[in-house]
């Protein structure tokens, strides 16, 4: 497809997976998550991919009243687009994780595209049992490996259908190529309309490697599944975040850091914010010759509602 003007940054803010023991910069009250992401706006990432955290333990929350307390400081201090997890938990039921999207009708939404073994409890094995900072967090970490991150095709049907008259956007996000033709069903059978936002997401165990020639696999067989209705980002957790963002910019696709995806600004050095990862990939995309797309810009490109039909 061809390359888009202008590159959309997605600045996924806490995410569910890193726990408040692995970094002091990782948000989880609700402060501190609405001020960094209105920092990363301010850095220029168009679009806020968020998720909700106990505003006392930090531990991954699907419940409404953990995001009320955010979304609408976001709305008021900047323009950027929210995007509202419904991953938000590799346990809970689909009814529960679409929750928070339905009830505050964002803009857009993720939405996972098949099961798979999401794990990531080798992390724990960096940590003494005296290091946690909460009690929840080390059996979370570690019994990950005994999770299937559950999102069948009636899970997403039932998703599709409960927020489609919400009109978001939703943000496909495929962890393997097999997840792009569950996609190429979806769309076949009526569920989701172009142009569709593709997020290859990579370097999770349990999905594809993040590396150039599974992402160069990957693009070719979406163009080959759905041509010019589609739209695409990259997301590489860990230290492949900005290597592989920078690759995709330069293949036209858009890119989405945070610290979600990776704690680090490079190999071995704690990011100090979100904005500070965000400020990173905009200033090598900039260097490289593209524009970075304003909000106002992301909604086009993207064919969103617009800020001014999200209920919060």
């Given at each position: 497809?061809?390359?888009?003007?202008?590159?959309?940054?997605?600045?996924?803010?806490?995410?569910?997976?890193?726990?408040?023991?692995?970094?002091?910069?990782?948000?989880?009250?609700?402060?501190?998550?609405?001020?960094?992401?209105?920092?990363?706006?301010?850095?220029?990432?168009?679009?806020?991919?968020?998720?909700?955290?106990?505003?006392?333990?930090?531990?991954?929350?699907?419940?409404?009243?953990?995001?009320?307390?955010?979304?609408?400081?976001?709305?008021?201090?900047?323009?950027?687009?929210?995007?509202?997890?419904?991953?938000?938990?590799?346990?809970?039921?689909?009814?529960?994780?679409?929750?928070?999207?339905?009830?505050?009708?964002?803009?857009?939404?993720?939405?996972?595209?098949?099961?798979?073994?999401?794990?990531?409890?080798?992390?724990?094995?960096?940590?003494?049992?005296?290091?946690?900072?909460?009690?929840?967090?080390?059996?979370?970490?570690?019994?990950?490996?005994?999770?299937?991150?559950?999102?069948?095709?009636?899970?997403?049907?039932?998703?599709?259908?409960?927020l489609a008259p919400h009109d978001i956007k939703f943000?496909?996000?495929?962890?393997?190529?097999?997840?792009?033709y569950n996609l190429k069903f979806c769309m076949d059978?009526?569920?989701?309309?172009?142009?569709?936002?593709?997020?290859?997401?990579?370097?999770?165990?349990?999905?594809?490697?993040?590396?150039?020639?599974?992402?160069?696999?990957?693009?070719?067989?979406?163009?080959?599944?759905?041509?010019?209705?589609?739209?695409?980002?990259?997301?590489?957790?860990?230290?492949?975040?900005?290597?592989?963002?920078?690759?995709?910019?330069?293949?036209?696709?858009?890119?989405?850091?945070?610290?979600?995806?990776?704690?680090?600004?490079?190999?071995?050095?704690?990011?100090?914010?979100?904005?500070?990862?965000?400020?990173?990939?905009?200033?090598?995309?900039?260097?490289?010759?593209?524009?970075?797309?304003?909000?106002?810009?992301?909604?086009?490109?993207?064919?969103?509602?617009?800020?001014d039909r999200v209920n919060f």
């Amino acid at each position: 497809m061809a390359r888009q003007q202008k590159t959309i940054i997605t600045c996924a803010v806490t995410g569910a997976i890193h726990t408040p023991t692995m970094s002091d910069a990782l948000p989880y009250t609700y402060d501190d998550i609405a001020a960094q992401a209105i920092d990363a706006a301010e850095a220029g990432a168009s679009i806020l991919h968020l998720h909700a955290r106990d505003n006392e333990t930090g531990a991954p929350s699907v419940n409404t009243d953990d995001f009320a307390p955010f979304l609408p400081r976001i709305k008021q201090a900047t323009d950027a687009v929210v995007n509202i997890s419904t991953g938000g938990s590799l346990t809970l039921s689909i009814q529960d994780r679409i929750n928070p999207a339905a009830t505050f009708s964002a803009e857009m939404c993720s939405m996972n595209m098949g099961s798979m073994n999401f794990s990531f409890h080798p992390l724990a094995k960096r940590y003494g049992d005296d290091d946690w900072k909460f009690d929840w967090e080390k059996e979370y970490v570690a019994n990950s490996d005994g999770n299937i991150f559950r999102n069948t095709f009636r899970d997403i049907a039932e998703a599709a259908k409960t927020l489609a008259p919400h009109d978001i956007k939703f943000e496909h996000e495929c962890y393997d190529v097999g997840h792009l033709y569950n996609l190429k069903f979806c769309m076949d059978i009526g569920l989701f309309k172009a142009p569709i936002f593709v997020q290859f997401v990579m370097g999770i165990l349990g999905g594809i490697g993040a590396d150039i020639d599974n992402l160069v696999f990957m693009k070719k067989t979406a163009d080959k599944l759905f041509g010019d209705d589609y739209r695409w980002s990259i997301l590489a957790a860990g230290a492949s975040q900005i290597p592989m963002a920078t690759t995709a910019s330069q293949m036209g696709g858009h890119v989405r850091v945070g610290l979600e995806d990776s704690l680090f600004i490079k190999r071995g050095e704690l990011a100090e914010s979100n904005a500070q990862q965000v400020a990173k990939i905009r200033r090598i995309v900039e260097d490289l010759g593209s524009a970075i797309a304003t909000p106002d810009e992301a909604r086009e490109i993207l064919d969103l509602k617009g800020g001014d039909r999200v209920n919060f």
